[in-house]
């Protein structure tokens, strides 16, 4: 029973420590270069504050969904009501304005 409580919590602590550069790798080069771009252009924050933000960010948003929240913020679309209530655009904007927020203080 130890051994089995024991394996658990390596396995829990390797899993923990593995998930957010693996969470990172799913996004390609050009989909962590748009964060970053937009992140220190648009947000005016700073190049440590947005790769910290990045690394949060993706750990539960899909590539796909931050490409297109990226995409909308350029046009304006991520600020419509209608947007936000039918698209992920809404938990995908508090997700980047909560990493950008922990990661800035």
């Known amino acids: 029973m130890q051994r089995t409580i024991r ?3 390596a396995l829990s602590l390797l899993v923990v420590t593995t998930a957010p550069a693996a969470a990172l790798e799913s996004y390609s080069q050009a989909e962590q270069q748009q964060f970053l771009d937009w992140c220190t252009g648009a947000r005016s924050a700073s ?3 947005c790769s910290c933000a990045l690394k949060k960010v993706a750990q539960t948003v ?3 969904a931050l490409s297109t929240y990226l995409a909308s913020t350029g046009t304006g679309q991520s600020m419509s009501f209608t947007n936000l209530a ?3 655009a809404a938990m995908t904007a508090t997700t980047v304005a909560q990493a950008l927020s922990t990661c800035g203080n």
């Open 47 to 49: 190049e440590s504050t």
């Open 7 to 9: 394996a658990l919590c």
């Open 86 to 88: 039918t698209s992920s």
């Open 62 to 64: 899909p590539a796909a």
